[in-house]
């Protein structure tokens, strides 16, 4: 008998890629193949990281390589190809870059790995992931968008570093957009339960909640080249993994709304159960009215860059 052993697919091995393949590997979530048009640099990162396994012990096979033939049977494929964005620029300008790199990609995955599930990283990701799945046409518990797992875990781990708490007990989310208008909720944050509203004041809880909306313009004006890929990737490795061992995780993810939260056709974040179906469902959540509109702002920002795509062929 041959246990099968599950298959990730990273494509782009820049930061962001490299890192997930990383992670992906190290946690042996299954063997990893890393395709990017840079062959060497696919290969060479792949090899790498290969030989770092018998030092951490993960029994885990990774490949690089810039042919699509190599993601066959893919069970997850991460996309992370792309621009990043430089600093000053906002992740709106890269919709034409980027959208031409998705395709790209896509009919790639298509062909070679028509059953897999793929997670959306590479920015302006509300859009790219709307393409992607046309591109695709996968049904949309495949198509999932990264952006809430790692808006999320900023949230989080500002929080805990105001309380000085464990990150482990502080519990939060960020819905709507991956973009400025993103909406850390802060009123349902809690640690271990109890209200952040209570442990901090007003003014702190506002002030992290101004800087997770501007986390990722944070770490680009301090890298100067390049953008954010430590949380980025381990919010996607995080996604992964729910799927890979049905994990049934609620996660804020970006997925395709089809009158959830008044919403059609757009992807927008909201709170998922992810499980070995992929997005196995979309929880309520019951918004005040101050939330209510601050979710309308995030919808008409993901339209806003979805509308931009409408000039990309
Ligand atoms: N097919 C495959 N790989 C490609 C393609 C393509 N058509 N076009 C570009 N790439 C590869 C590049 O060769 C590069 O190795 O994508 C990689 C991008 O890596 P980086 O420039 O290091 O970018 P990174 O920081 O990883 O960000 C990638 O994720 O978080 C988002 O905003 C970010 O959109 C960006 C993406």
Redesign the pocket.
């Known amino acids: 008998m041959t246990a099968r052993r599950n298959k990730i697919s990273v ?7 490299s890192t997930c393949a990383h992670w992906a590997a190290a946690r042996e979530l299954g063997d990893v193949v890393i ?4 062959e060497g ?1 696919a290969k060479g990162k792949a090899l790498d990281l290969f030989q770092a396994s018998p030092v951490f012990k993960f029994d885990t096979q990774v490949k690089g390589t810039s042919n699509y033939e190599d993601i066959a049977g893919s069970d997850v494929v991460i996309i ?6 430089k600093p000053g620029m906002s ?1 709106d300008e ?1 919709v034409g870059i ?1 959208a031409k ?1 998705v395709k ?2 896509c009919e790639g995955v298509k062909k070679y790995a028509p059953e897999s599930f793929v997670i959306v ?3 302006p990701m509300d859009a790219m992931a709307v393409y992607a799945k046309k591109i695709l046409g996968f049904p949309r518990e495949r198509v999932i968008g990264m952006g809430g797992a790692l808006d999320s875990a900023r949230f989080r781990a500002f929080m805990a570093e105001e309380l000085g708490v464990s990150i482990k007990d502080v519990n939060a989310m960020v819905i709507g957009n991956h973009g400025d208008a993103m909406m850390p909720l802060a009123r349902l944050a809690n640690v271990a339960g109890i209200p952040v509203t209570e442990l901090m004041s007003k003014e702190k809880l506002d002030a992290i909640v101004a800087r997770t909306k501007q986390a990722g313009a944070e770490i680009g004006g301090l890298l100067k080249t ?4 430590y949380a ?1 990737a381990a919010g996607s490795v995080e996604m992964a993994e729910a799927i890979l061992k049905d994990q049934k995780r609620v996660m804020s993810c970006a997925v395709e709304l089809n009158g959830e939260y008044g919403v059609q056709g757009l992807f927008v974040g909201v709170p998922c159960v992810l499980g070995k179906n992929g997005l196995e469902k979309i929880l309520p959540l019951e918004l005040n009215t101050e939330e209510k509109a601050e979710f309308v702002k995030s919808v008409a920002a993901v339209q806003a860059l979805v509308d931009g795509l409408k000039n990309v062929q």
């Open positions: 494509i782009g091995a820049g930061f962001v890629g395709l990017d048009i840079n640099a992370t190809a792309g621009m990043p964005r992740r890269l980027n790199i790209d990609v990283v590479c920015n390049g953008s954010a890929f980025p």
